[in-house]
């Protein structure tokens, strides 16, 4: 059965997700197990794959039994091996976590959110494995889809800003597709190989470099890259606390994953990095990113938000070190992708578990919190002190990696904008551990001392997650030496130097 | 006679595009964004692509239209722009 | 002058195409309506359908339907590219699930501000 | 804000109209398009399945995949509308509009307060749409069926004309669409009930997905309709066209039933007992 895991990864959960929208009707404490099961099976046969990939290579699968120009084939490789396993564990570990507030928020319809949940992850998983362009963009639609249903369920101003993120996301996706089909135009085929294979000869056609520039922009507006991330802090910042814990870490990552696949595996590297011209501006866009959302994350008044903000500068990270196009910073991009979307997951979840309790989070209501909410506050500090880049953690190597390779590109600009967003998000976790440390002001009277907060602290079936994405932080950063060796250098084409 | 044919749908095309982005009452605009599926489903028939019109004259024309209305209903007709 | 008019006329579709996603895109961009939004956010997408089904148009050929066994055998050059039909079907299937959610999302806006007006839905945030 | 629009959206059109200079012509064979991939399936599409319209045998055989994901595009937008729009608490509504049958009176009752639906004089109509009306009460019972029909003919010649699983689930999808006008929606969702329409949708897609997780477990890769030969009893070319047969009928029951969820949820906003 192992070789058909790369069609069970994603057929798998499909299946799933229908069972769980129909077992919604009958019994709603079904769906909860139910979601929980498929998501660790999926999460065992991701490392399954991996491994499979470290000893022997890429493992190709062809749909339908047809070979690939005419076929729709998956190919699993050193690149995509390692998001699979991060996608999988972060959608596994943030649905424990989910059971507490779904049940409270909107118990009945459970069975629904469960299903979207699942299936979001499918379309996840999906985008990651495929070889087929075309195949690419039904699979992004699914998880858009789900992804506009999960952020739009929330109250007040969710609705609007759901529907601003489908706006936006249907204008990048539909780009994608334009720019997909200026490829078929010229090369006559959807096989992302096959197109490899075919482009070279027509690098002096501009339809070539239209669809690239196409291809991109819609994956910018869908990584929320700065200029175009207006929809991301609203819709990330309102949504019920358990989705955007879903959907912060992964979404924006995946679609550099995508990037990175059709930068290096679609365009060769050196279309992308020399004949097209764009490396250099896109540096400077990132630059621009990395500043920008940093310093706008100090004005928030609200956790989410803040949060929010942090991850379009983390954007920014990625995308820089990708387009400086040499091995450290592309590794460092690859290894910050992983890296990033465990951050985000700890940190968010942190979030999600105040919320939970508190029923809001804006920065006056978070007085007194490492007494009321001690291992929530001290899990949000590691994930805070790994986004910042404190050694033992993970964030600390990935930046590393991307420090360097701006250095051998020469390019200070990058570095510089690195270290002013570590020096920034210092300042901005360091402003909450203080806020959180200090007792409640008394009251404006002055007299009355109400006594020091008792410890609730969230419900242990959210704190085993948070505290296990915690953990995972300093096992990434002690492994992410040899994640980096054995994984990632074999990702990136030799092309590169 | 082949692309006389398509130039006169790909201008009603057109014209039932910008129409019904620019007519005031939304319920007009519904409808008309129904000729807009229509015509376009006209013009794949013409270009031969008989599967894509079907589909667009079932789902594009069809049920499209009937959410469009149901949703309109459900909110205001009239717009300020 | 007639080079250019050649030059128009052979490439007359893609001409629509690029007319109707500049349509399309301004609309979702400026219009003030979230309803006059989503039939923007339609026609863009039709659009890029329009695009690729003209990919596929061959002059001089036929309907993507066979004869049936006993027919004449098939040459390649007889029949229209079936290849864009094809993805086409899956994106008309993806802009009505795309309408059909934004829809929803309409309706959930209508129902917590009372209006579909951008402007005076961000003047009510604005009190708030 | 209209300026700036307007402005990236000229942009856009300029690059878009100079690139488009350099494609190959509007429709000539000699394309790229024309001739790489696609006359493999002009030429082999009836050779290798057995069905005559090339656009449904690689819409399910050579392309299936692709399609298996855009069948759960469209369950996920019906259950995005159900988990987005419904209303399950029930809240007591406002007020109700009832009709005196014998004398054409319309009482309306406040907060909550209603007679037994099966009274006989009372009868409840829609405080929102148009009242009862015959012409449209007897044509919508006359055509409903036909259209059914018409919509099982397009699913069962999906192989030999144009149509398939998608033009007939929207057929039969707007078939009930046309009686819940024609009524009122109460008297639709009691024959074609939210319960069996949501079960449905999943049922559809499962029946895909299942013809390909068979095909996997009879040895081959997923979606490689050969393999169901064995099962079939028939060789291994028939056996694709039935294969590609199950799995339009799997598509044509998920998509009627979504479009008439999606249905139920719009015109109703979530409570699904005054519609359209």
């Not at chain 1, 690859?334 to 979840?349: E, K, P, Q, S, Y």
């Not at chain 4, 000539?28 to 045998?57: C, L, Q, W």
């Not at chain 4, 209603?114 to 009862?132: G, N, T």
Request: hydrophobic share 55%.
């Amino acid at each position: 059965m192992t070789e058909h895991f790369p069609a069970l990864i994603v057929v798998g959960p499909l299946l799933a997700g229908l069972l769980i929208a129909a077992a919604g009707w009958f019994n709603r404490k079904a769906c909860f197990p139910m979601a929980g099961l498929t998501l660790l099976w999926v999460l065992w046969m991701c490392i399954g794959l991996t491994l499979r990939v470290v000893t022997s290579g890429s493992i190709d699968y062809h749909l339908g039994g047809w070979a690939p120009p005419w076929g729709i084939a998956y190919r699993v490789d050193f690149l995509n091996g390692i998001v699979l396993v991060v996608v999988a564990l972060v959608a596994f570990l943030n649905l424990l976590a989910s059971w507490n507030s779904v049940e409270r928020e909107m118990a009945d319809k459970a069975g629904a959110f469960y299903s979207l949940y699942v299936l979001f992850t499918t379309g996840l998983l999906g985008m990651v494995v495929t070889a087929d362009a075309f195949n690419l963009y039904v699979l992004l639609e699914i998880a858009s889809l789900t992804a506009y249903a999960l952020l739009g369920m929330g109250d007040g101003r969710s609705a609007l800003s759901g529907l601003h993120y489908v706006f936006m996301g249907t204008i990048g996706a539909s780009f994608y597709l334009l720019g997909v089909g200026y490829i078929y135009l010229v090369t006559g085929t959807l096989n992302m190989a096959d197109i490899a294979a075919r482009l070279p000869a027509l690098y002096s056609n501009g339809t070539v470099l239209l669809a690239f520039i196409l291809c991109m922009t819609g994956l910018f507006i869908k990584m929320a890259l700065l200029p175009l991330h207006m929809w991301l802090p609203n819709a990330y910042a309102n949504a019920p606390s358990l989705s955007a814990s879903l959907i912060a870490p992964l979404t924006t990552k995946v679609m550099l994953y995508v990037m990175i696949r059709i930068g290096l595996n679609l365009f060769s590297p050196s279309f992308t990095f020399e004949i097209s011209g764009l490396a250099p501006a896109m540096v400077w866009v990132a630059v621009i990113a990395i500043v920008a959302g940093s310093v706008m994350a100090l004005f928030q008044k609200r956790l989410k938000r803040m949060l929010a903000y942090i991850v379009v500068a983390e954007v920014g990270y990625m995308v820089g070190g990708f387009w400086l196009g040499n091995r450290a910073a592309v590794t460092g991009a690859i290894l910050h992708i992983v890296n990033d979307a465990m951050m985000t997951l700890c940190v968010f979840l942190a979030a999600a578990l105040i919320v939970h309790r508190l029923r809001t989070d804006n920065f006056s209501d978070l007085k007194g919190l490492f007494r009321k909410m001690p291992f929530t506050m001290a899990a949000f500090v590691v994930g805070g002190l790994s986004i910042i880049g404190v050694p033992p953690l993970c964030g600390f190597f990935s930046k590393w990696y991307l420090i360097s390779g701006g250095i051998i590109a020469g390019h200070y600009g990058f570095v510089a904008a690195l270290l002013l967003s570590s020096l920034i998000n210092a300042v901005l976790f360091f402003r909450i551990i203080e806020i959180g440390y200090f007792e409640p002001l008394p009251g404006s009277d002055g007299h009355h001392h109400e006594p020091p907060a008792k410890m609730d602290e969230a419900p242990l079936g959210m704190l085993v997650p948070l505290w296990a994405a915690a953990g995972l932080l300093l096992v990434l950063g002690v492994y992410s030496g040899d994640i980096a060796t054995r994984i990632i250098q074999f990702a990136i084409p030799e092309a590169i130097l | 006679m082949f692309w006389q044919i398509d130039l006169l749908i790909s201008t009603l095309v057109i014209i039932c595009g910008i129409g019904a982005l620019t007519v005031k009452d939304l319920l007009g605009a519904g409808i008309l964004f129904g000729a807009y599926s229509f015509m376009m489903c006209l013009l794949w028939a013409v270009m031969g692509a008989v599967d894509v019109a079907f589909t667009e004259a079932s789902v594009g024309a069809g049920v499209s239209t009937v959410f469009f209305i149901a949703a309109v209903f459900r909110t205001s007709r009239e717009t300020k722009d | 002058m007639d080079a250019l008019l050649s030059f128009v006329i052979a490439k007359y579709n893609y001409w629509v195409v690029v007319l109707l996603i500049m349509i399309g895109l301004y609309a979702m961009i400026a219009k003030n309506n979230l309803v006059k939004k989503i039939i923007g956010m339609n026609i863009f997408q039709t659009a890029i359908i329009l695009f690729y089904i003209s990919i596929g148009a061959k002059k001089g050929a036929t309907i993507p339907i066979t004869f049936g066994e006993h027919g004449p055998p098939v040459a390649a050059a007889d029949f229209i590219n079936p290849l864009p039909h094809v993805l086409m079907l899956t994106a008309i299937v993806v802009s009505v699930a795309t309408l059909g959610v934004a829809l929803a999302l309409a309706l959930k806006v209508f129902r917590q501000y009372g209006t579909l007006e951008e402007d005076d839905i961000h003047s009510q945030i604005r009190k708030e | 804000m209209k300026s700036i629009a307007l402005t990236v959206v000229l942009i856009l059109g300029c690059l878009l109209v100079y690139v488009a200079q350099e494609f190959p012509g509007f429709g000539d064979p000699g394309a790229p398009a024309n001739v790489h991939v696609s006359p493999f399936y002009i030429e082999n599409a009836m050779r290798d399945t057995a069905v005559p319209n090339m656009v449904t045998a690689i819409l399910a055989d050579y392309r299936g995949f692709d399609t298996l994901f855009e069948t759960s595009v469209i369950f996920t937008a019906g259950l995005a509308c159900f988990f987005l729009l419904r209303v399950i608490r029930r809240r007591a509504p406002e007020s109700r509009l009832y009709r005196h049958i014998p004398t054409d009176l319309t009482i309306r009752i406040e907060k909550g307060g209603r007679l037994p639906a099966s009274s006989a004089e009372f009868q409840r109509i829609d405080s929102v749409w148009v009242p009862y009306d015959l012409i449209i009460h007897m044509t919508g019972r006359l055509i409903v069926p036909f259209i059914q029909l018409f919509a099982l003919y397009v699913i069962a010649h999906g192989h030999y004309s144009p149509g398939g699983g998608f033009q007939g689930g929207v057929i039969l999808g707007a078939a009930v669409i046309l009686f819940a006008l024609c009524n009122n929606l109460r008297m639709t969702v009691r024959r074609f009930s939210e319960r069996t329409n949501a079960l449905l949708c999943s049922l559809g897609v499962i029946i895909y997905a299942g013809t390909g997780v068979m095909c996997m477990l009879l040895g081959s890769n997923f979606l490689d309709y050969g393999a169901l030969a064995g099962l079939l009893g028939v060789d291994r070319i028939m056996a694709r066209s039935h294969g590609i047969m199950m799995v339009e009928i799997g598509v044509a029951i998920a998509v009627n039933a979504v479009m008439v969820w999606i249905y139920y949820n719009l015109s109703s906003v979530g409570r699904q007992d005054e519609g359209l």
